[in-house]
């Protein structure tokens, strides 16, 4: 019987190509300054096609933390304070566009009326986390939110999950970890909980699907997945 849910914030709550790619090239054009080719310069050290604006399959922006990200710009950009660069990222992702996977009042609403309790594990910091939640309308929803930033480590190690289920006084063996990223699904399985995959990420089924105990469309299924047999 599942009892609680644990999701992943960025492919799983909100859509990642139409959410992040705005982000993306905001940042680049902001940091790239005068020089013309140098945002295509710092497009290419994360993965982003800044003229069909997606994302590479192996882009450290899909998984990765602010500061994970920060070190692949900062070679190119020579004298950049590191600190100063991440408050800048920061900024722009607390007021990315956000486009709802799902919508999400109502679909998290109906996982709460279940009974079940709700957190959140994502890799982007905890002040741009809660600020989209709160923009989302569903800050209230959750009984739990932890960012790469927020003490407990970062995926795909368990630290965060295992917080939530310590939070919670759920055993993690009830606890459904929901992501649309390996790393989501390897931190699931370390902290012996049931990883269940979601395609409104960058990584598509044949991918996730050997880590998963599922792979949905999107969080839409997860009242169908959690009524179905064990085995689903």
């Known amino acids: 019987m599942i009892e609680g849910i644990i999701f992943d914030k960025d492919g799983t709550l909100f859509d990642f190509r139409r959410t992040w790619a705005g982000w993306a090239a905001r940042l680049l054009a902001e940091i790239g300054g005068p020089d013309p080719a140098l945002p295509h310069r710092l497009a290419a050290a994360i993965g982003f096609d800044l003229d069909g604006l997606d994302f590479a399959p192996d882009s450290p922006v899909i998984a990765g933390t602010a500061d994970e990200i920060a070190g692949h710009l900062l070679p190119h950009l020579p004298g950049v304070d590191p600190a100063r660069l991440l408050e800048r990222m920061n900024r722009l992702a607390a007021g990315a566009d956000l486009v709802e996977a799902v919508p999400l009042r109502a679909c998290l609403s109906r996982l709460r009326a279940r009974g079940l309790r709700i957190g959140l594990a994502t890799n982007d910091a905890a002040g741009p986390a809660e600020a989209h939640l709160a923009a989302a309308g569903v800050r209230d929803l959750f009984d739990f939110v932890a960012g790469y930033d927020s003490g407990w480590g970062a995926k795909p190690a368990p630290g965060p999950l295992l917080a939530f289920a310590r939070a919670t006084g759920l055993d993690p063996a009830r606890v459904a970890m929901v992501g649309d990223s390996l790393h989501d699904l390897h931190a ?45």
Do not use: F, S
Not at 210 to 220: Q, R, W
């Open 188 to 232: 699931g399985r370390a902290a012996g909980m049931i990883p269940v995959a979601v395609l409104t990420g960058i990584a598509g089924a044949a991918e996730l699907g050997p880590y998963a105990a599922a792979v949905l469309p999107d969080i839409g299924g997860l009242e169908a997945w959690i009524d179905g047999p064990a085995d689903a």
